[in-house]
């Protein structure tokens, strides 16, 4: 069976071993190791960091002298950005500098209705207005050869290129600074690039001053912060001084103390509202205002996120209802398009369909203007996504990106041979790519929680993605659901240590309950109220659970089907289990254990009650009513009692002896009389279960009670809303040889 969770792995012995001798207790000296810490950079990871010559990077003098003459001079400087939180600040940086120095500057940005990158015709629309001395870009440019030619020629300026982004065959013919071009670290963002530049033309000390927008364009562009990145975000968030960004954080419910995940989840996904819903410009005109604060600004800008809250809400509403899981899973790709989808939130959609099904997402929308589709591709973690859209530049209008993210355009007839030609590539791709990985830095078994939470605190700052994430392995001693609808869970384990999940943990409450073995992925937090150390869950996993015998009855036979029941010989089950995209069904764990030694499931990852594991090769214990079977071509179910349970969009295979059942369950007539006189007795405050202790309890099975009341929703005779709400139907009269299910168990 596959390992759910996975170790991060040292690097090296020699850094585990530097760091044991300076006193640090072995899971945290691997932790460190594999993170990339050595002896070389501790000092840089834990101290003041590493800063880089500018000039290091590839013609940053060039680009300096020449900015050098126009500060000297009193020349005009015209800035052209990009319409992202990297790009926004990029432009700010040197919008800011240049004012401070007294240099005339505009900043133009494109909507995102324009795209990504540098538009000649804007600036020689600015260009009509005014004369400017140089144009220089930010975040852009270095894929526009034709655009910078053409402003060069026509308008007779000199215009220097600063960008991140991979570099195109052919460069324009001009100043081009990209780290990519050559710098020690090649991975700082447009902002950092920028702030690089200004530290080039007048030092460090003078470049601190405008770190806080280059710590924000290094966390919206999510670059690691490893090396010069941390180094900058380490800087930005001790001078973070901007009046409006401080009204905006403080609007945003940042703590005091900000922290570089408070600015990945509550400012830069506002900086970014601005570009895809309306109008950049609100943004940067919140960015461009560091000495005062501007309300009317901070406030327009949390007005248009929730106005993509419920854009983005709409997108998903329309594209569920296009997902064919089992199409999905065959291609190794989710590609949606509308005609009517906000431009703006198609990134965020991606993101969304690529963290459900754990697979490249693709989503489109028509550009009224050009008529063309655009869209918006996002990759898994290993997938360079940017190789695969260059191999079919063919194609594509236009497109850009990084490896794990692209923009770009396509004309309606080029949208299935895309389709079709991106699905070739991705299938030629490993399929381990495709399965979710998840990672954790240290096993809590036998270490001292707050020392380890004390240690990890030191290691800030650190994205929400790259948070530390420990191992827990222990019985749950108490649980218990809380929050609107019960959707968050809290549960005290034998150990001590309280863990807490949000968004939907709390259905796991009854499940752990009572002594239930779990695994846990935890980032460690301390309670405000309590000031304990807890666990925030990451992700779940049940190993086992004294309550299985009472739900599997409870998931499984929610899905009790009897039609439509195919039977499988072993050979063919065995030929079945060794394709991609199959789930092994059982009722419960002692029948997965039974046929685990007469099936070989080594390659399968393993659910209980709810789905977890994104692998092409799962097995499912008890399943959950809400269980997502269809993104699995087929579906074999090992079950004691004959049944099936339904499953859309697949093959299905009940392996099982043909027209045998293996469990018998008697339903006779007086079952369900007695069952539906127990109903009719209920009192008002008795549950499901309660019902069945207080009146049938010694008499009838509980499989059998379960049974007889889904006979009776067939036959509307009964509807159950929970386990309180139980309303008998009498006016409804119905023979329970209508029902299915019932005639399924009643006959002999």
């Known amino acids: ?66 900015l050098s003459f126009v500060l000297e001079e009193g020349g005009s400087v015209l800035i052209c950005g990009d319409y992202d939180a990297d790009g926004l600040t990029a432009s700010s940086i040197l919008s800011l500098f240049f004012s401070d120095n007294g240099v005339d500057n505009d900043v133009i940005v494109p909507t995102r209705e324009q795209g990504y990158g540098l538009h000649a015709d804007l600036v020689i629309k600015a260009f009509e207005k005014k004369f400017y001395d140089l144009v220089i870009t930010v975040d852009c440019g270095i894929s526009n050869k034709a655009e910078v030619a053409q402003i060069m020629d026509e308008l007779g300026t000199e215009v220097i290129v600063t960008d991140h982004h991979e570099l195109p065959e052919q460069l324009p013919d001009c100043i081009c600074v990209n780290p990519k071009l050559g710098y020690p670290f090649p991975y700082l963002s447009g902002a950092g690039v920028a702030w690089k530049l200004v530290e ?41 001084q901007h ?97 009517s989808w906000a431009t703006g939130i198609l990134g965020i959609a991606a993101t969304r369909y690529k963290e459900r099904y754990n697979l490249p997402a693709v989503v489109l929308t028509r550009d009224k203007t050009s008529n063309l589709f655009v869209g918006s591709a996002r990759g898994v973690e290993g997938l360079d996504l940017f190789e695969i859209f260059v191999s079919c530049a063919d194609l594509l209008d236009h497109y850009g990106g990084h490896k794990a993210a692209v923009g770009f355009s396509v004309r309606e007839e080029t949208l299935q041979p895309l389709r079709q030609r991106l699905s070739q ?29 004390r240690f990890t605190q030191k290691m800030q700052p650190l994205l929400p993605q790259d948070k530390v994430v420990c191992l827990v392995h222990d019985v749950v001693k108490f649980a218990r659901s809380f929050g609107k609808d019960d959707a968050h869970l809290s549960a005290t384990l034998a150990g001590g240590l309280e863990i807490k999940g949000f968004f939907n943990y709390g259905r796991y409450a009854p499940y752990i309950k009572n002594g239930a073995d779990i695994q846990a992925l935890v980032s460690l937090e301390k309670d405000d109220y309590t000031g304990n150390v807890c666990g925030v869950i990451e992700d779940l996993s049940l190993l086992n659970s004294v309550c299985f015998d009472d739900f599997y009855r409870k998931n499984f036979l929610r899905r009790f089907v009897t039609e439509n029941v195919a039977s499988a010989t072993r050979e063919q089950a065995e030929n079945l289990l060794k394709q991609p995209s199959t789930l092994a069904v059982f009722d419960d764990y002692e029948t997965f254990l039974q046929e685990s030694k007469r099936f070989d499931f080594e390659d399968f990852a393993l659910d209980i009650f709810f789905p977890n594991s994104m692998s092409s090769k799962t097995v499912v214990v008890s399943p959950n009513a809400d269980y997502n079977f269809d993104r699995y071509k087929n579906v074999l179910c090992f079950v004691k009692q004959g049944a099936m349970v339904k499953v859309d969009g697949a093959t299905y295979f009940a392996v099982q002896p043909a027209n045998e059942k293996l469990y018998a369950l008697p339903m006779e007539r007086k079952v369900c009389v007695a069952v539906y006189t127990a109903l009719k007795n209920k009192g008002a ?8 202790d207080k009146y049938l309890l010694g008499k009838i099975s509980y499989d059998q009670y379960i049974v007889a009341l889904r006979v ?24 329970l040889e209508n029902s299915p299910l019932y005639r399924y168990f009643a006959t002999p």
């Open 425 to 453: 590539k991705l299938l030629a791709e490993d399929a381990s790519l495709f399965e979710k990985k998840l990672y954790y830095d240290v096993d809590l078994q036998g270490q001292n929680i707050a020392d380890v939470y």
């Open 1 to 66: 069976m596959k390992q759910r969770y996975q170790k991060r792995q040292p690097q090296d012995a020699d850094s585990v071993e530097y760091f044991l001798s300076a006193g640090i207790s072995q899971p945290l000296a691997e932790m460190l190791s594999a993170r990339g810490v050595c002896a070389a950079n501790f000092q840089d990871f834990f101290g003041e960091g590493r800063f880089h010559s500018p000039f290091e990077m590839k013609n940053m003098r060039e680009a300096a002298e020449t």
């Open 200 to 240: 080039a033309l007048a030092g460090r000390e003078t470049a601190a001053k405008y770190s806080q927008l280059a710590m924000i364009g290094t966390i919206g562009d999510l670059m690691p912060l490893r090396d010069e990145n941390r180094s900058i975000v380490k800087m930005g968030l001790a001078n973070f």
């Open 685 to 692: 405050y008795d549950s499901l279960e309660g019902v069945f």
């Open 243 to 339: 009046k409006s960004l401080q009204k905006l954080a403080e609007l945003s419910k940042c703590p005091s103390q900000l922290s570089a995940s408070d600015v990945a989840m509550k400012i830069t996904p506002k900086i970014n509202a601005a570009g895809r819903v309306e109008n950049p410009v609100y943004a940067l005109k919140v960015l461009l205002a560091r000495d005062k604060t501007d309300v009317a600004s901070v406030n327009k800008l949390l007005e248009l996120n929730e106005l993509r809250k419920t854009l983005l809400a709409d997108i998903v509403a329309e594209a569920d209802g296009m997902c064919d899981s089992e199409v999905i899973c065959r291609e190794r790709l989710t590609f949606l398009h509308s005609e």
């Open 712 to 735: 009776f929703v067939q036959l509307n005779l009964l509807s159950i809303k929970d386990r309180f709400t139980i309303t008998l139907n009498t006016a409804v009269k119905a023979e």
